[in-house]
């Protein structure tokens, strides 16, 4: 069947995974119209100033700055004009509440001597671990991340055969902390590289042990700040998209994804049909056949059933006085961390005793505080929303435990807290329409689930794509914009095939 050529693109959302896109299509000559519900772009990756204080609400840092590179690249712009990376040292500081601390490093040696603190044995197998993870990276990197898996025929080739002989070397039987098991024996260290599990928001006690890809991304590609703060990322995306004259609409909900025949017509807006041969959506894809797309009443249920990442409560403080002990990326960790995602996987109630990740940017841009305070981002993993939660009293209850954790490593803020702005599940989902308030789409705690992340392409209606990190390959900044990238590859791809068509 011939297939329609694509000249018209509408894109839902205007998160790292649409601006990507748009920028791509728009290079192409493609006439492309953003649709962003909320005031400003970004999605999930914002920002919010009050009271001299200016806060990332989002990703706090950047891996895989060659997927940024390369968008620049691709379209003639040099990224170094429009942001600066900044290299994260220590990656992070841990704490313990015992008293005892661990400065992450991506310089070996150094990140060797700071292990051997807890075991000169599990130090010195650091590198063997190193060694695993990337063989994880090396296998699934082109299979899994820089293309979208859901389509065959970008599969048929000797180098992907070659790699999936390989499968049983990306540990996919196994869980994360079995994997990190077999490296680290002391209790402190499998915690910290267990940890890595919740960047894609899963549970490391049950989530395949592929995702110990995560820490080579971190320690063997690197950590970075960008300059200014995470949010210079999105100003820059919206600069290129408006010179290449994508058409962006702030405060603009899109009602309905139209499609006749199984094949999309556009989008509509306060009752009104926008014609387009193309449309992207970068909203959570359970969300958008739940309240976008009529007439697939068992792909819904289907989506449904998939368990939803954990979720998150945030507290932006401004605190009074600065604080050495703290670096820019800080944990604190619970005395049992098992227990924790029992409580937020199994339970799904609120940890009694939470892991507390501390973000303070200001530690690089002083210029986000007034002088001698610091901006402190503070995230609780909990569960996505359910109907046993009162977040009024979870939010009292969580400010007493994060204050009494951090006295017990010699930090007393009850007195130093200037400003205060919360941010719950229900507050994700109203702002960004994620599945249940998640923040990272579906978890990775089914084995099957972590590899069938939902396609880039939809298979019930032609001309419809899905970006964001929802869908294929995941949550992240980085992974975010491959979305948007693999959906603009696939519609240039269509519409070649559609030129070729239409000329014999």
């Known amino acids: 069947m011939e297939q329609a050529t694509i000249k018209k693109v509408a894109i839902i959302g205007g998160g790292l995974g649409g601006l990507t896109a748009a920028i791509r299509l728009a290079h192409q000559g493609f006439q492309v119209k953003l649709f962003e519900k909320n005031e400003i772009l970004g999605g999930k990756m914002n920002q919010f100033v009050s009271n001299g204080f200016r806060f990332d609400t989002g990703p706090s840092l950047l891996t895989m700055l060659f997927v940024i590179d390369e968008l620049f690249d691709s379209i003639g712009e040099k990224r170094s004009e429009y942001l600066e990376f900044v290299p994260i040292d220590p990656i992070c500081r841990y704490f313990w509440e015992d008293g005892s601390r661990l400065d992450a490093k991506s310089d070996v040696p150094k990140m060797i001597d700071e292990m051997k603190k807890f075991s000169a044995d599990d130090a010195t197998r650091y590198e063997n671990f190193l060694a695993y993870t990337k063989r994880i990276y090396d296998i699934t990197a082109d299979v899994f991340l820089f293309q979208p898996m859901h389509e065959i025929k970008k599969l048929v080739n000797w180098q992907t055969f070659l790699k999936l002989f390989r499968v049983l070397q990306i540990d996919p039987f196994r869980t994360v902390h079995d994997g990190v098991s077999r490296y680290f024996k002391h209790p402190k260290l499998m915690q910290l590289f267990d940890r890595y599990a919740t960047y894609n928001g899963s549970n490391p006690y049950q989530a395949p042990a592929t995702l110990n890809i995560i820490p080579y991304v971190e320690y063997g590609l690197g950590c970075y700040y960008i300059k200014g703060g995470m949010y210079q990322l999105v100003d820059s995306l919206k600069r290129l998209a408006e010179k290449f004259g994508v058409e962006i609409h702030n405060s603009v909900r899109v009602e309905k994804i139209l499609h006749q025949h199984n094949r999309v017509q556009g989008v509509q807006i306060s009752g009104e049909k926008i014609p387009a ?86 530690k690089l841009d002083p210029n986000h505080a007034p002088a001698g305070n610091e901006n402190w981002f503070v995230l609780i993993n909990v569960p996505y929303l359910n109907e046993n939660q009162n977040w009024d009293s979870e939010i009292v209850r969580l400010k007493k435990v994060i204050l009494e954790k951090l006295n017990k490593i010699g930090i007393d803020i009850s007195e130093k807290i200037k400003f205060e702005k919360h941010i719950t599940p229900q507050d994700f989902y109203d702002k960004y329409r994620s599945n249940r308030g998640s923040i990272y789409g579906i978890s990775s705690n089914d084995r099957m689930t972590a590899f069938r992340r939902p396609a880039n392409r939809s298979r019930e209606i032609k001309g419809l794509y899905f970006a964001g990190g929802s869908t294929h390959p995941g949550g992240g900044v980085p992974l975010a914009m491959l979305s948007g990238k693999m959906c603009a590859e696939l519609i240039l791809e269509r519409s070649a095939i559609s030129h070729q068509l239409s000329a014999k």
């Open 277 to 362: 041969e193309g449309v992207i959506s970068n909203v959570d894809v359970v969300v958008a056949f739940n309240e976008l797309i009529d007439g697939f009443p068992k792909k819904q249920a289907k989506l449904n059933r998939l368990e939803p990442s954990l979720s998150g409560v945030v507290f932006l403080w401004g605190i009074e006085g600065q604080h050495q002990q703290l670096a820019q990326h800080n944990i604190i960790f619970t005395i049992d961390y098992e227990s924790e995602f029992n409580q937020i996987f199994e339970q799904k109630q609120v940890p009694d005793d939470p892991t507390i990740y501390i973000a303070i940017t200001s």
